[in-house]
């Protein structure tokens, strides 16, 4: 009787970048080659217009890019010949330049958690220690005081 037989082992060779499969690695060269557009289109621009703004897509021809408002936006169409021209010295094959306003999204503001405490706040904590009767959390508001006290 012959052995049973086993499914085929696949050959493994540790993890695979998602990046290399079909769509994702298309994708993500996609992202690659307008994140490098980006850059070099926006280096054309003077100083103040390059931080406002961002180059979005380049199809069928248009180059498309983003501004906070809607006075930015006027400031990019200024310079559209000047990026036209620089486009096709890359390579990209443009003839025209799209703005569209999209306002940027607020910047998160991340507290700052290792702001000292000071000389009040320890001495709020020791006289709360000091009401206490569980001895953990007393010790707890004790050790708190004293970084409080050595911040200083």
């Given at each position: 009787?012959?052995?049973?037989?086993?499914?085929?082992?696949?050959?493994?060779?540790?993890?695979?970048?998602?990046t290399e499969f079909g769509p994702?690695?298309?994708?993500?060269?996609?992202?690659?080659?307008?994140?490098?557009?980006?850059?070099?289109?926006?280096?054309?621009?003077?100083?103040?217009?390059?931080?406002?703004?961002?180059?979005?897509?380049?199809?069928?021809?248009?180059?498309?890019?983003?501004?906070?408002?809607?006075?930015?936006?006027?400031?990019?169409?200024?310079?559209?010949?000047?990026?036209?021209?620089?486009?096709?010295?890359?390579?990209?094959?443009?003839?025209?330049?799209?703005?569209?306003?999209?306002?940027?999204?607020?910047?998160?503001?991340?507290?700052?958690?290792?702001?000292?405490?000071?000389?009040?706040?320890?001495?709020?904590?020791?006289?709360?220690?000091?009401?206490?009767?569980?001895?953990?959390?007393?010790?707890?508001?004790?050790?708190?005081?004293?970084?409080?006290?050595?911040?200083?």
């Open positions: 009787m012959p052995p049973p037989s086993q499914p085929p082992r696949r050959s493994t060779r540790g993890l695979t970048s998602i994702v690695a298309s994708l993500a060269q996609r992202a690659r080659e307008l994140d490098q557009l980006d850059r070099q289109l926006r280096a054309t621009l003077p100083s103040p217009l390059r931080d406002q703004v961002r180059f979005a897509d380049l199809r069928d021809g248009r180059l498309v890019f983003l501004a906070p408002s809607s006075a930015w936006a006027s400031r990019v169409r200024l310079y559209q010949a000047q990026i036209l021209e620089a486009a096709r010295a890359i390579g990209a094959k443009a003839h025209s330049v799209a703005v569209k306003v999209a306002p940027l999204p607020p910047v998160e503001v991340i507290p700052d958690r290792h702001k000292p405490l000071s000389t009040s706040a320890a001495r709020h904590l020791r006289s709360a220690a000091a009401s206490l009767s569980d001895p953990t959390l007393r010790d707890l508001f004790l050790e708190l005081a004293s970084k409080a006290e050595n911040s200083e």
